[in-house]
């Protein structure tokens, strides 16, 4: 079994800055990409930023500039650095990771429970 735990959401002020951690434990052969993804109210689950193995990254428009994924590749752990927050940013933010527990086969995606994250104005 693999796990991802996600832990740093709370409340924040517009412009104030969070970090999220999610570390990923278990049967783990090598962990590929890893993602953060975020969820509002109401919305479809969007992503934001996502990190391969070899450390490039990608991000969706409305976070470039102000929000940063990173990675520890011996913690098997992914960090996202929000900085300069907006209310629209306020939601669930969940981790999931493309995870092989064997070198055969293929991997498998797992996600986080989530964590709350919420911008007052």
């Known amino acids: 079994q693999v796990q991802l735990v996600e832990s740093g959401g709370g409340l924040v002020q517009a412009g104030g800055s969070l970090r999220l951690s999610c570390a990923a434990s278990?049967?783990?052969?090598?962990?590929?990409?890893m993602y953060w993804y975020r969820q509002a109210s109401g919305k479809q689950r969007d992503l934001v930023a996502r990190?391969?193995?070899?450390?490039?990254?990608n991000y969706a428009d409305s976070v470039k500039g102000r929000f940063t994924i990173s990675r520890d590749n011996a913690k098997n752990t992914v960090y996202l650095q929000m900085n300069s927050l907006k209310p629209e940013d306020t939601a669930v933010y969940y981790c999931?990771?493309?995870?092989?527990?064997?070198?055969?086969?293929?991997?498998?995606?797992?996600w986080g429970q989530g964590t709350q994250v919420t911008v007052s104005s």
């Open positions: 999931a990771a493309d995870v092989w527990v064997t070198v055969y086969g293929s991997d498998s995606r797992y």
């Open positions: 278990g049967s783990i052969f090598s962990v590929s990409s």
């Open positions: 990190i391969t193995i070899a450390h490039s990254t």
